[in-house]
């Protein structure tokens, strides 16, 4: 029995058939991670973690309790590469690009598996099977991220409910 549904990454870096709302399950190793981040929206703050899986390359973004589950994997030094099966996760375009984010409290994390997914993946992936792999690197990142931040910079376009009104009424967007 198969309780996995693995999404290839070429499905996602090329953009085929890529359906945001389905839950699947992804297997990489983990090549490089950014800092733990607080996302805060009025009251309310989560963290999270971008870490990049390699089998092609994709961006993971993991929430909450995932980023306990993974940090100390990533920062933990180790002579053996760090395989991920990350199961029900979505697909999120942002800028032009596909990444994979974990939902809240659906999201599974096995780390360094012996599940017959993570063997398959390490068969059939030189760089896991080299003893000379590179070591996870850590890259740096903004600390948090803020819609607040986003809206006083002017990044994202406001509109009150009366500007719409009026653009409809003009005709215009």
């Not at 984010?101 to 659906?106: H, I, K, Q, V």
């Amino acid at each position: 029995m198969n309780i996995f549904n693995l999404r290839p990454f070429d499905q996602l870096t090329n953009q085929h058939d890529v359906d945001e709302t389905e839950l699947f399950d992804v297997v990489g190793q983990v090549v490089t991670y950014e800092d733990v981040k607080t996302y805060k929206q009025g009251d309310d703050q989560s963290v999270f973690i971008n870490v990049v899986l390699e089998d092609d390359q994709i961006l993971a973004t993991l929430w909450s309790e995932l980023v306990d589950q993974i940090q100390h994997h990533l920062t933990e030094s180790t002579d053996e590469p760090l395989i991920v099966v990350f199961q029900h996760m979505k697909a999120q375009k942002f800028r032009g690009n596909y990444s994979v984010r974990s939902c809240w409290y659906e999201t599974n994390i096995w780390i360094n598996p012996t599940l017959p997914q993570s063997t398959e993946f390490k068969s059939r992936f030189p760089a896991v099977r080299q003893s000379n792999f590179e070591p996870i690197t850590q890259t740096s990142s903004q600390q948090s991220y803020s819609v607040r931040d986003e809206l006083d910079k002017g990044i994202i376009l406001f509109k009150t409910i009366r500007d719409l009104v009026q653009c409809t009424q003009e005709c215009s967007y």
